[in-house]
C-alpha cells in the first residue's frame, strides 16, 4: 500500500490534500449518522448510566484505521439500532482526554462493550474481535442482558400470580433462544412490565392462553384486566407502543436508536413498502432493526465533509533520490522506516503510525521533517541498513547528515511509542549516534520536487467528498472494506 515512487505529482497530491483541510479538527460522524457522538459530559449518563448494552469507539479523527472504521461502525449502528447504542468518543478533543485515558485507551481505535452490571456498576469489556459490521453486531448483540422470563407449564400459575398487579407481556414461540429484540424491550420496560417467554412446548400454558399461532405476543396488563393480543409486526417500535397502554418505557436519556430517527425511520418505511410488494415478509422472520437487506443501495451518507485520510509516507527505493533527501552534507532530519518490500503486520503499523503523524503535525500546520518509507532488502537502501547494523525486520531510524548522527527507533510501534520518540527529536532530546561518514555524500542539491508533507497555503484543490470513498494512495485495510465485508446475516429471530 506504501509502495508508490516519490513523484511530483503525488507529492502535490498530498499537499493539495491537506491545504484544502480545515484547521479544527471536526469529528468522524456527521449529526446524522447512526453512531452517537458522546463526550465526557454526556458519557456517564448517555453510557454509564444507561439500562441498555452500548459499543463505543474511542478515536481519534487523524488515525486512519479509525476512518477505515467507519463505514462498518455505521452499518453496526443502523443493524443495532434499536437493540443496543453505538457510540463513538473523540480522544483528540482535549476536553474527552481524560475520560480516554480513564478508559484506558492506549491506541486508536478502540472499541468497548459497556453494559450495566451489578449494583449499577457498568461491566466495560474490550472487543477485539474482526473490523467488520457483522463481528460487532455479533458481539454486541451477545452482550444485550436478559432479563426476559424463561416461563414453563411448571412455574406458569406462579408466575401470574405473583406481583398479580404488575403488567406482564408473553411472547409465546417456537424459538428456545431469546432474540436481541425481545431483549432489548426488556431493557426498556425494566420494573414496568415483566417480559416473558414461553415456548410451544409447553402445552399447559400454551393452552391457557389459546396460542394457536407462532409467534403469538400478549399483554396482561395486570390486575383482572383482559389480555391483549399484539396483531401487528415484530418490529420494535411498535411493539413498544403496543405496550405502552400498559406502562412507560424507561426514559433512556438517548433511545438506542440513531438520531437521525425520523429520516431511517422514512427510509425503513419506504424500503418496508419494496419488501412487501416484492415479497410478504412472515413477521416470524422480520426482525427488521436487524435486517440489512437491500440497504447497500441506500447507505450513502450525506456528502458533507472530505474524507481525512492520512497519505501514506512517501517510499524512497532509488539510492541517489536517498542521497539527495536524506544522505547528503547538507541534508536536514530524515525519518526513515526500513521494512520489507512485502510489508508485513508490523510494517503497516509502523507506516500507519507515520503517516498519521505525519498528517496530524500538517493539519496542525507544524512543520515536520520528512518520513520516508524504506526497504531493507533494496539495493538502494540496504547498504544503510547495514551499516547502522540493524537488524530487525521493521527498524525506524532519524538520520541527520548535515549534524553527523542518527538515531535509533526501540519500542513496540505503537502509535503513542513512535509518537513520543518523534517528539523527542523535535525537541532535541534522547539519545544520538554517531553517523558513519561512509554514509555522508557530497552531493548537495537537493530536487525541486522535495515531498517534504508540509502545508502549502496557495495551493487549493478540490479535495474528493464521498465521505467513504478512500482517499487516492491511501488504500483501506481490507478488512474494513464495504466491498469486501460479508453481509450481516439476519441476526436472531423471535
Ligand atoms: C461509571 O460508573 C462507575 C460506577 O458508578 C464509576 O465508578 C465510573 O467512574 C463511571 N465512569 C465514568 C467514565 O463516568
Ligand atoms: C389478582 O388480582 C385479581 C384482581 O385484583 C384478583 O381477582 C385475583 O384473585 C388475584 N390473583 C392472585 C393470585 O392474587
Ligand atoms: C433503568 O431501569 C430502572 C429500573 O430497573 C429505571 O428505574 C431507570 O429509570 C432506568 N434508567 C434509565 C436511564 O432508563
Same mark, same amino acid.
Given at each position: 500500500?506504501?509502495?508508490?515512487?516519490?513523484?511530483?505529482?503525488?507529492?502535490?497530491?498530498?499537499?493539495?490534500?491537506?491545504?484544502?483541510?480545515?484547521?479544527?479538527?471536526?469529528?468522524?460522524?456527521?449529526?446524522?449518522?447512526?453512531? &452517537?457522538?458522546?463526550?465526557?459530559?454526556? *458519557?456517564?449518563?448517555?453510557?454509564?448510566?444507561?439500562?441498555?448494552?452500548?459499543?463505543?469507539?474511542?478515536?481519534?479523527?487523524?488515525?486512519?484505521?479509525?476512518?477505515?472504521?467507519?463505514?462498518? *461502525?455505521?452499518?453496526?449502528?443502523?443493524? /443495532?439500532?434499536?437493540?443496543?447504542?453505538?457510540?463513538?468518543? @473523540?480522544?483528540?478533543?482535549?476536553?474527552?482526554?481524560?475520560?480516554?485515558?480513564?478508559?484506558?485507551?492506549?491506541?486508536?481505535?478502540?472499541?468497548?462493550?459497556?453494559?450495566?452490571?451489578?449494583?449499577?456498576?457498568?461491566?466495560?469489556?474490550?472487543? @477485539?474481535?474482526?473490523?467488520?459490521?457483522?463481528?460487532?453486531?455479533?458481539?454486541?448483540?451477545?452482550?444485550?442482558?436478559?432479563?426476559?422470563? !424463561?416461563?414453563?407449564?411448571?412455574?406458569?400459575?406462579?408466575?401470574?400470580?405473583?406481583?398479580?398487579?404488575?403488567?406482564?407481556?408473553?411472547?409465546?414461540? %417456537?424459538?428456545?433462544?431469546?432474540?436481541?429484540?425481545? !431483549?432489548?424491550?426488556?431493557?426498556?420496560?425494566?420494573?414496568?412490565?415483566?417480559?416473558?417467554?414461553?415456548?410451544?412446548?409447553?402445552?399447559?400454558?400454551?393452552?391457557?392462553?389459546?396460542?394457536?399461532?407462532?409467534?403469538?405476543?400478549?399483554? /396482561?396488563?395486570?390486575?383482572?384486566?383482559?389480555?391483549?393480543?399484539?396483531?401487528?409486526?415484530?418490529?420494535?417500535?411498535?411493539?413498544?407502543?403496543?405496550?405502552?397502554?400498559?406502562?412507560?418505557? @424507561?426514559?433512556?436519556?438517548?433511545?438506542?436508536?440513531?438520531?437521525?430517527?425520523?429520516?431511517? %425511520?422514512?427510509?425503513?418505511?419506504?424500503?418496508?413498502?419494496?419488501?412487501?410488494?416484492?415479497?410478504?415478509?412472515?413477521?416470524?422472520?422480520?426482525?427488521?432493526?436487524?435486517?440489512?437487506?437491500?440497504?447497500?443501495?441506500?447507505?450513502?451518507?450525506?456528502?458533507?465533509?472530505?474524507?481525512? &485520510?492520512?497519505?501514506?509516507?512517501?517510499?524512497?527505493?532509488?539510492?541517489?533520490? /536517498?542521497?539527495?533527501?536524506?544522505?547528503?552534507?547538507?541534508?536536514?532530519?530524515?525519518?526513515?522506516?526500513?521494512?520489507?518490500?512485502?510489508?508485513?503486520?508490523?510494517?503497516?503499523?509502523?507506516?500507519?503510525?507515520?503517516?498519521?503523524?505525519?498528517?496530524?503535525?500538517? =493539519?496542525?500546520? !507544524?512543520?515536520?521533517?520528512?518520513?520516508?518509507?524504506?526497504?531493507?532488502?533494496?539495493?538502494?537502501?540496504?547498504?544503510?541498513?547495514?551499516?547502522?547494523?540493524?537488524?530487525?525486520?521493521? %527498524?525506524?531510524?532519524?538520520? @541527520?547528515?548535515? !549534524?553527523?548522527?542518527? =538515531?535509533?527507533?526501540?519500542?513496540?510501534?505503537?502509535?503513542?511509542?513512535?509518537?513520543?520518540?518523534?517528539?523527542?527529536?523535535?525537541?532535541?532530546?534522547?539519545?544520538?549516534?554517531? /553517523?558513519?561518514?561512509?554514509?555522508?555524500?557530497?552531493?548537495?542539491?537537493?530536487?525541486?520536487?522535495?515531498?517534504?508533507?508540509?502545508?502549502?497555503?496557495?495551493?487549493?484543490?478540490?479535495?474528493?467528498?464521498?465521505?467513504?470513498?478512500?482517499?487516492?494512495?491511501?488504500?483501506?485495510?481490507?478488512?474494513?472494506?464495504?466491498?469486501?465485508?460479508?453481509?450481516?446475516?439476519?441476526?436472531?429471530?423471535?
Amino acid at each position: 500500500m506504501h509502495a508508490f515512487n516519490l513523484n511530483p505529482t503525488t507529492a502535490i497530491a498530498a499537499v493539495a490534500l491537506l491545504s484544502a483541510l480545515p484547521t479544527a479538527q471536526a469529528g468522524l460522524y456527521l449529526k446524522s449518522s447512526p453512531v &452517537v457522538q458522546v463526550d465526557a459530559k454526556n *458519557y456517564d449518563r448517555i453510557i454509564n448510566k444507561s439500562n441498555h448494552t452500548s459499543v463505543v469507539e474511542f478515536y481519534a479523527p487523524w488515525c486512519g484505521h479509525c476512518q477505515n472504521l467507519k463505514p462498518a *461502525y455505521e452499518k453496526a449502528a443502523r443493524n /443495532l439500532e434499536g437493540l443496543a447504542r453505538v457510540a463513538a468518543v @473523540n480522544c483528540d478533543e482535549d476536553e474527552n482526554k481524560q475520560l480516554c485515558g480513564m478508559m484506558g485507551v492506549k491506541g486508536f481505535p478502540t472499541l468497548k462493550t459497556v453494559r450495566p452490571g451489578k449494583k449499577g456498576k457498568p461491566i466495560v469489556e474490550d472487543y @477485539n474481535g474482526p473490523r467488520t459490521a457483522k463481528g460487532i453486531v455479533d458481539a454486541v448483540v451477545d452482550k444485550i442482558n436478559n432479563h426476559v422470563k !424463561r416461563v414453563t407449564d411448571k412455574d406458569i400459575d406462579s408466575f401470574l400470580s405473583t406481583k398479580n398487579d404488575t403488567a406482564k407481556a408473553i411472547l409465546f414461540t %417456537e424459538k428456545g433462544t431469546t432474540s436481541a429484540l425481545l !431483549r432489548s424491550i426488556a431493557i426498556d420496560f425494566l420494573d414496568v412490565i415483566t417480559i416473558a417467554q414461553i415456548r410451544d412446548k409447553e402445552t399447559k400454558a400454551n393452552e391457557l392462553f389459546g396460542i394457536k399461532s407462532y409467534p403469538t405476543f400478549v399483554l /396482561l396488563p395486570g390486575g383482572d384486566k383482559e389480555s391483549i393480543v399484539y396483531d401487528g409486526e415484530l418490529k420494535k417500535d411498535d411493539m413498544v407502543k403496543f405496550l405502552s397502554q400498559a406502562g412507560q418505557p @424507561n426514559p433512556d436519556p438517548a433511545p438506542v436508536k440513531s438520531k437521525g430517527d425520523k429520516k431511517s %425511520e422514512k427510509k425503513a418505511d419506504k424500503k418496508d413498502k419494496k419488501d412487501k410488494k416484492a415479497a410478504p415478509k412472515s413477521a416470524e422472520s422480520n426482525s427488521e432493526s436487524t435486517s440489512t437487506e437491500s440497504e447497500e443501495s441506500t447507505d450513502a451518507p450525506p456528502a458533507e465533509k472530505p474524507v481525512e &485520510v492520512a497519505p501514506p509516507i512517501p517510499a524512497i527505493t532509488d539510492a541517489d533520490k /536517498l542521497t539527495q533527501e536524506c544522505l547528503n552534507r547538507k541534508a536536514h532530519t530524515c525519518v526513515l522506516a526500513f521494512v520489507p518490500s512485502a510489508h508485513g503486520e508490523i510494517a503497516e503499523k509502523a507506516l500507519t503510525d507515520l503517516a498519521e503523524l505525519a498528517f496530524k503535525h500538517a =493539519r496542525a500546520k !507544524r512543520h515536520l521533517f520528512p518520513f520516508f518509507e524504506v526497504h531493507h532488502d533494496n539495493e538502494a537502501s540496504e547498504s544503510v541498513f547495514k551499516s547502522l547494523e540493524l537488524s530487525g525486520e521493521v %527498524e525506524i531510524v532519524a538520520i @541527520n547528515a548535515k !549534524r553527523g548522527w542518527w =538515531r535509533h527507533y526501540e519500542g513496540d510501534f505503537t502509535p503513542e511509542s513512535v509518537e513520543s520518540w518523534i517528539d523527542a527529536i523535535r525537541l532535541n532530546e534522547g539519545a544520538k549516534k554517531k /553517523l558513519p561518514e561512509s554514509l555522508i555524500s557530497e552531493v548537495v542539491e537537493k530536487p525541486a520536487e522535495s515531498v517534504e508533507v508540509k502545508v502549502e497555503e496557495d495551493v487549493k484543490v478540490e479535495v474528493e467528498t464521498e465521505s467513504d470513498t478512500p482517499t487516492k494512495g491511501a488504500e483501506p485495510t481490507p478488512e474494513a472494506t464495504p466491498a469486501a465485508e460479508s453481509k450481516v446475516p439476519k441476526h436472531e429471530e423471535l
